[in-house]
């Protein structure tokens, strides 16, 4: 994936290689920051103002001072995608961490740090129609999800291990409850009802979630948002999961067992077209 040649920062848009921080930088220190991750679909943002809601929530969990009120950093988001003239299906990386200054545990007197930069990022295509494979694992991160920091350790372990074991994804469970994915959202569907986890502490609130919920109670599909065990995740009639690069993909294994015959639900595939819809996705013009 190829990155545009212009970020912005908390001074303004500049070349990405000009782009430098200091080694003392709480980021990179602590992993003191948050983030977000914006699709793009044929040059239009998509879910724009849901990602910069939470990126406030986020910060004031972590009592982190952002550089700029929301219309700013939306309208500098767009002036952004305008001057790299995006086309394409591309996402937004957006962090800002607490800045740069001597390393001490204790919150400095300092700017924030702030970058967003854009990615070339087709649509999984491929996947979205065939369905995807997953594992199980054991949900070893802190209690406070529902923050989108930089602290990831635990699900990059998560979804390294899958990748080796040729899984897109590892879902996660805390004593065999399900929480949701190493970087998605866990739906399942069972006699026509949709289940998902909570948006307790412990999960990542998703915008893609939060989409794909409002488009099943249009659809008048019963919702109910409560904890399930990783047993009735195996014996679901559908499962998928959601998040910003991956929508709504359909998950036909879990740790070898077969979810609906191997094959999308019929359900999975509704909310996928809603989606879809919803979102104005070209369909045509993007590539697994």
Known sequence: MSLYNYVWTQNGITAKDSLVYPFEERGLQFGDGIYEVIRIYQGNYDLL????????RSAEAI??????????????????????AVQTDAKVYLQITRGSAPREHTFPDVPSNLYA?????????????????TI?????????????????????????????????EAILHRNDKVTEGSSSNVFIVKDNVLYTHPAAKNILHGCVRNRVLTLAAESALEVQETIFSTQQLLDADEVFITSTTSEVMPVIEVNGNRICNGEPGVITRRLQLAYEKVSEIQRTASTS
């Not at 930069?117 to 494979?133: D, F, H, N």
């Not at 920091?149 to 372990?157: A, C, K, T, Y």
């Open 49 to 56: 103002e849901a990602h910069i809601d939470r990126l406030y």
């Open 63 to 84: 009592r982190l001072k952002v550089p700029f009120n929301k219309e700013t950093i939306i309208a500098s988001l767009q002036e952004l995608a305008e001057k790299n």
């Open 117 to 133: 930069y854009i990615e070339e990022s087709p649509r999984p295509v491929a996947q979205l129609k065939q369905g995807v494979r």
């Open 136 to 168: 199980l694992a054991e949900d070893i991160r802190w209690d406070l999800c529902y923050i989108k920091s930089l602290n990831l350790l635990p699900n990059i372990l998560a979804k390294q291990t899958a990748k080796e074991k040729g899984a897109f």
